[in-house]
């Protein structure tokens, strides 16, 4: 399932669900894809280890919260 999105400047963009990436996306955009997962994982690695706080999505309860170095979950309103 793939959605277009059109944001505020009038640009659209194309968000595609992982279940039809592989019909949606070229071979040069699929690596980029994993590529950006790697760079975020390795992102928030490092902020583990510096002991920084993390901003994270709660689907769940559909809203944004920071992750404190010692487990502590902060709601941002």
Known sequence: ???IIKLS???L???VSAECSETSLTQ????MDIRTKEAVRSAVNRAKIC???IARYDRVKKQAYIETANG???YVR
Request: glycine content about 0%; charged content about 60%.
């Open 1 to 3: 399932m793939s959605k």
């Open 9 to 11: 400047d009038d640009r």
């Open 72 to 74: 502590e979950k902060n």
């Open 51 to 53: 002991k920084k706080p």
């Open 13 to 15: 963009v194309t968000v």
């Open 28 to 31: 040069d955009d699929a690596e």
